[in-house]
């Protein structure tokens, strides 16, 4: 069965550097979610991505998060200076049926 | 607006005991209805869902889930727990290609 693949699986970054998620949606799916999981919380919702722009967008997702598709395949997060409360795991999501990647693991420091 | 609720946050069973996890929903359609399980650390593995058709759905591991519209309920069931089947278990909805909403999970802990 196709999967949904993340790397890295476990970024470590310093405080207000950038980082960049990646992820391979499965091939011939249209769109494309990211979601966050803080430590020993729910899965949040963060943003969606139709037709190469931002369909939804949840209030999580301000100024300091970018998603973009830069190569008609990879399906990118980028978080821009970093916090200590952006430590997460991040998971990509490819629809019907709602298929996530295994996530990445960010740990801010 | 759209929600789903797991009212147990956490549940303990003995191990070969049967188990049921509540879910609530509440959307203006009937929405897709699945359930995830995530052990620590580890991703969301999808153990069913629910589209349409049969209100009886059968997932992975020997789980299963009923859909009542009456309810609003998406309850998940297994009739003999395992000791492995301890983890995290998050119900979930969504309409049409809207993102997916989460519960805010139950923590399974299984006895030996």
């Known amino acids: 069965e196709p999967e949904v693949t993340q790397t890295p699986s476990h970024q470590v970054t310093q405080m207000g550097q950038e980082v960049i998620l990646r992820c391979v949606p499965i091939s011939n799916h249209l769109y494309f979610y990211w979601y966050r999981q803080i430590l020993g919380q729910k899965v949040e919702f963060l943003v969606s991505f139709y037709n190469n722009e931002i369909s939804e967008k949840s209030e999580i997702f301000d100024d300091q998060f970018s998603v973009e598709r830069p190569d008609g395949s990879n399906f990118t997060l980028k978080i821009r200076s970093t916090k200590l409360e952006d430590s997460a795991m991040y998971f990509c999501a490819s629809i019907q049926p709602q298929h996530f990647g295994d996530g990445t693991r960010l740990s801010i420091l | ?112």
């Open chain 2, 1 to 112: 607006a759209q929600s789903v609720t797991q009212p147990d946050i956490h549940i303990t069973v003995s191990e070969g005991a049967s188990l049921e996890l509540r879910c609530n929903y509440s959307y203006g359609a009937t929405p897709y209805l699945f359930w995830y399980v995530q052990s620590p650390g580890q991703g969301l593995q999808l153990l069913l869902k629910y589209f349409s058709g049969d209100t009886l759905v059968q997932g992975i591991k020997g789980f299963e889930a009923e859909f009542k519209r009456s309810q609003s309920s998406f309850n998940l069931r297994k009739p003999s727990v395992h000791w492995s089947d301890a983890a995290e278990y998050f119900c979930a909805g969504k309409t049409s290609y809207d993102k997916v909403i989460f519960g805010p999970g139950t923590s399974l802990s299984v006895i030996p």
